[in-house]
């Protein structure tokens, strides 16, 4: 007969295992893939320089990616898993210390995702990654929460993953069992193997409160609209000053800007309308 002390060294095992599940791969992509984007980045004369990864945490379009993803583009597309497109209004905060981006999508009603609890990706919580490596959207990896470290030179807390991550990842949510955020996929290290980094999901957290603790400063200008500019694809604020010169206007990009309400980072989009102001005096 097993004493109780043996029945109880048994059970203990099973415990820990229960708390530290292994996710349902297949639910999970199902559950989460329609929250998750691509996307393409362009410069200011619509020339695709590069791609990411972003994906929304609200159902009014807060998308979230890296900093560094976003730091070269003049013009920024999402696109969903079903096709969809969807440009980027404008960029909402960014961390750059630890390397995170809030931008905002023009949609609403949108599947998002969930951040889990601070702190609980500890070491050998299982975790899968899902992004556009090299462009192939919704790829799906899977490993473990490897370590949580810190770098003094960056001064920047990180989580190492095991999960396979490569060029075009930045950006992709690290997802818990439950499909909650536990980090955002941000850099890894070619010379060694596996080892992957993310930012934790506490600090997406921070800056979200940040954000919305923000007061709005909008700027009224005085300028004069005389006429709107439908955007088309390629147009950049300079190619529109340029358009607007042969019909005799003579306007600037920032006068654009200011009258449209756009901030310095902002994006224009297909589609879009642009008030335009009178001549410059």
């Not at 506490?202 to 200008?221: A, H, I, W, Y």
């Amino acid at each position: 007969m097993s004493s109780p002390l043996f029945f109880c060294l048994l059970c203990l095992p099973l415990s820990l295992i229960a708390e530290n599940e292994t996710p349902d791969l297949r639910a999970l992509a199902k559950q989460t893939r329609p929250a998750v984007y691509l996307l393409v980045l362009q410069d200011e004369d619509g020339k695709t320089i590069g791609a990411g990864t972003g994906f929304v945490i609200s159902s009014q379009g807060l998308l979230v990616t890296n900093q560094h993803v976003i730091a070269e583009a003049h013009t920024i597309i999402a696109k969903a898993e079903n096709g969809g497109l969807f440009p980027i209004t404008r960029v909402v905060a960014t961390d750059s210390r630890n390397d995170l981006a809030l931008l905002q999508l023009e949609a609403k009603d949108l599947p998002f995702l969930t951040l889990a609890p601070d702190g609980s990706a500890e070491a050998g919580t299982r975790i899968a990654v899902i992004g556009s490596p090299l462009g192939l959207e919704g790829t799906l990896t899977e490993g473990i929460v490897s370590a949580r470290r810190n770098l003094p030179k960056e001064k920047r807390d990180v989580l190492q993953i095991s999960a396979p991550i490569s060029q075009g990842s930045s950006g992709s949510p690290v997802l818990d069992s439950q499909g909650r955020v536990v980090g955002v996929a941000s850099f890894l290290i070619q010379d060694g193997q596996s080892l992957n980094f993310a930012s934790p999901s506490e600090k997406l957290r921070r800056l979200l409160g940040q954000t919305n603790s923000r007061e709005p400063t909008p700027k009224s200008s005085p300028a004069k609209i005389v006429s709107t500019y439908k955007v088309k694809a390629g147009d950049t604020l300079m190619r529109i000053c340029r358009e607007m010169g042969k019909s005799g206007l003579s306007i600037t990009a920032e006068q654009i800007r200011t009258l449209n309400h756009l901030p310095s980072d902002g994006t224009i989009y297909p589609g879009q309308t642009l008030k335009i102001p009178s001549s410059s005096p």
